[in-house]
């Protein structure tokens, strides 16, 4: 197989940085792993990230981590198959519960990471 | 683990880089892990031990598999291997030992 087989067409690009997406989120939870570590040196030795750098790094994870949620996702109606009284759940049906799942997990971590902030 | 570290990747990580990567150090919004008061003390709930052990843990098994495939689907016939397996997905079990550690000893629970 040729080395750059991946860039001759869209559906092969989008589908390497689909595999791709492990390696952002992958640092940017060592770097959260830090962070708790950081937690262990004491009122005097913690400091939280807030470069802009960080931040930068931040929101390009970001991008990456809403590719790997939606695309994600979005494979459960093929995976997952429910019956309700013989009848077969809709694919789009599914689908639809587990971004609604995502959204409402979103909101609850969002409200208890701020709610406990000062 | 490919499948359950994937969903929750996909459903939990977002909302950590949105609010503690950006709104946090942007100080959009006051969040939890921008003073060390807030942060031991959330830290010391078991619930939330619970909660990060999972968070940390499971995605590793995840991108342990997706980041041997992509070494495959670019040429690296050698991730396929035996070796290659042991040091990804040993990989993913040293940071669930890592992160059980961490979590124990950082606001220890006794």
Do not use: C
């Not at chain 2, 995840?62 to 980041?67: G, P, Q, S």
């Amino acid at each position: 197989m040729a080395l750059g087989w991946w860039t001759r067409t869209a559906h092969y690009f989008w589908y390497i940085v689909r595999e791709f997406t492990a390696v952002p989120l992958a640092l940017w939870m060592l770097w959260f792993v830090v962070e708790i570590q950081r937690a262990q040196n004491g009122p005097k030795g913690y400091y939280p990230h807030s470069s802009t750098g960080f931040v930068i790094f931040s929101v390009i994870v970001l991008l990456f981590a809403l590719y790997h949620s939606t695309t994600f996702l979005s494979l459960a109606g093929v995976i997952l198959h429910f019956k309700v009284f013989d009848r077969p759940i809709p694919s789009r049906l599914i689908v639809l519960s587990q971004f609604g799942l995502w959204l409402v997990a979103s909101v609850v971590i969002a409200f208890v990471l701020v709610y406990f902030g000062r | 683990m490919f499948a359950q570290g994937g969903v929750i990747a996909a459903v939990l990580i977002p909302v950590h880089v949105l609010v503690q990567g950006i709104l946090g150090p942007l100080g959009i919004v006051p969040v939890v892990d921008r003073h060390y008061d807030t942060w031991i003390s959330i830290l010391g709930n078991p619930i939330v031990k619970l909660y990060l052990l999972v968070l940390i843990a499971a995605p590793f098994y995840h991108f342990a598999h997706r980041l041997r495939y992509l070494l495959v689907d670019l040429g690296v016939p050698a991730a396929k291997g035996v070796p290659a397996q042991v040091i990804f997905y040993g990989g993913a079990v040293l940071v669930t030992l890592f992160t059980i550690w961490l979590l124990l000893t950082t606001a220890p629970l006794f």
